[in-house]
């Protein structure tokens, strides 16, 4: 079996479990999806990463999941450089929504 082809085998198994009804599954496979990332750049960016961000992105809404979400996105930048442009509106939101108000005197 070819690196390519286990690649994509292992990147198949792997999201097939991003909503599995066990939380910890989850956060694990969302721990995961950044090292998948960096292995095949290109192909990832071309075959898996919206599917990816859009698991990440879902996670961060979760209150629970937030800090797993956010660790994730900031590995997932660091193994895709500048891929992640077009999501940094979404991201900045979510950033915004994580930041408790500030009280008193700004």
């Known amino acids: 079996m070819s690196h390519d082809a286990r690649y994509i085998e292992v990147v198949e198994i792997v999201l097939r479990y991003l909503e599995h009804r066990d939380r910890l599954v ?11 990332a960096h292995f095949l750049r290109d192909r990832f960016v071309t075959n898996y990463l919206k599917i990816c ?5 879902t996670v961060l809404k ?3 999941e937030r800090v797993s979400g956010f660790v994730a996105l900031g590995e997932m930048a660091g193994a895709l450089y500048g ?6 509106p979404t991201i900045t939101s979510h950033l915004r929504d994580a930041i408790p108000p500030r ?3 700004p």
């Open 26 to 36: 989850r956060l694990s496979i969302t721990s995961l999806l950044p090292r998948i």
């Open 53 to 57: 961000m859009d698991h990440i992105l």
């Open 83 to 88: 891929e992640l442009v077009h999501y940094l």
């Open 103 to 105: 009280r008193g005197r």
């Open 62 to 64: 979760t209150p629970a």
